[in-house]
């Protein structure tokens, strides 16, 4: 293709040809935003999100016209929707003006389907973040700058407010986001981009979608905003006044949810986290819904809408025990004194978790991962022989007659459908639900709780029961000890 070379060779022929020339009004601005509030340092990486339209050429240019004077180092990172006849042709004028600037590219193409319940744009959205962020963790110390501006800002407000959204949504598109995505527009308009880019004659590709009002953010921007303009001619130095005040007030808040969230954290672990219930119950109600939002964006990473939040400050008041879900994906459950948050499973999907394989030869300790367990494994011989503790009824350690235990051993979640041949019921088979039933233990957790696989055979349920295979006996020679030496999973562990 012809067309993004050129394109390319043009842009970086304008480089040159403007290069040694003073910076202009746009340039100096986005220069004193960098100083000002130091997005940028001297010979800093910066990693320019080029999709190839408008602003992002516009940006591009503009950095690499301060390279001159902040001796920065540029990278270009682009993604690749699939989603116009036009997205191959934009990848490759990406790729041929990183390479006439001899700077490194990175490119995400988005082949994964949409999930359930999740917008194209709100995925979309997920999968950019979550590819700056894995680029940040491979290469290092090097920010992600984008073309979001003034009137990005704006439009961003106006959807927040229209679906009813706090201080944290009416502020959420900001100069910088965690010290890794900076924003260098924020404070231009659209208007003095596009005579930027009419000045120095700049390629970039139209995205016919901007046009279509099948979107909400093209209908505010072509029906709603006009309006304001019109009612306020100043509606964008409001907007960002109002916005930096729900920053600053966003930001206080924070701090101080911040701290009662430790304060009232018992314990949280990888899918798990305990809260204390009487110490949550001091608070004032608003402070218990803030801080039960903050730890689902804290530890899960994810959002709880308000129904959920109010059933919460009912609840935790009125009734000793409660549980409910919320979207099939988490429940919250208080009992008595705590109030626990944890992710979901799918009970009946016998592929899901993980496999910790326990060799013929091996000693020492096998960690198993998610529900932080930590197995203690140890060979005893003949010369061992406390037979008190041999045969103590103890569910936190399990003897087997070595030479009649196969290996390797599978330690493994329980599954939906598996059974044991029970120690001391006569080697009656029962199903684990069934055992999980009789001690009471919520069905959100049984399916989490591990077990010990011998050849397809369940051998011990840790912490609950052991099998009727390979027992010890006063002629055994050689013995096979497993022990939980650690448990950090507090709410499992009360269970078994």
Known sequence: MKAPYNKACQFVSLIYRWNEKPLNDLEVEVQRTIKSLKLLRIQQRVAVALSGGMDSVALLFCLARLVFYSNLSLSIVHINHNARNAAQEEELFTLYLANKLSCPWFCCKIIQPIPCNTSKEEHWR?????????????????????????????????????????????????????????????????????RYVKQYDLPYYEDASNEYELYLRNRIRKRVIPILKDINPGIYKTARRLHDIYENEEGLLSYFVGKLLDKVVIHADEGEVHLDRHLIMLEP??????????????????????????????KV??????????????????????????????????TRGWLVKIAHAHEGLVKCPYINIILKVKKLTGAFRNESLLFKKNNDVVFFDYNRINFPLMLRPARYGDKIQVYGMKGRIKKLKSIFIDLKIPKTIRWQIPVLEVEGRIVWVLGIRRSIDALVSKGTKCILMLEIERFNNLFLRRYL
């Not at 110390?141 to 706090?166: C, N, P, V, Y």
């Not at 819904?289 to 994810?302: G, I, M, N």
């Not at 979207?327 to 499973?345: A, K, M, S, V, W």
């Open 317 to 350: 008041h009125l009734k000793n025990y409660f549980s409910f879900l919320i979207n099939e994906q988490f429940e919250i459950e208080g009992i008595y004194d705590r109030i626990t948050i944890r992710r979901l499973f799918n009970h009946k999907d016998n």
């Open 126 to 194: 997920n999968v950019r973040y979550s590819f700056f962020n894995s680029l940040n963790a491979r290469i290092g110390e090097r920010k992600i700058a984008l073309a979001h501006h003034l009137d990005d800002q704006l439009e961003t407000m106006l959807m927040f407010f229209l679906r009813g959204s706090g201080r944290k949504g009416l502020s959420s598109l900001r100069l910088s986001r965690d010290n890794e995505i900076i924003r260098p527009f924020l404070h231009i308009k659209k208007s003095d981009i596009e």
């Open 285 to 314: 109600r608003s402070a218990l819904l803030q801080v039960v939002r903050a730890c689902f964006d804290k530890y899960f990473l994810s959002t709880i809408n308000k129904t959920c939040l109010e059933s919460l400050a009912q």
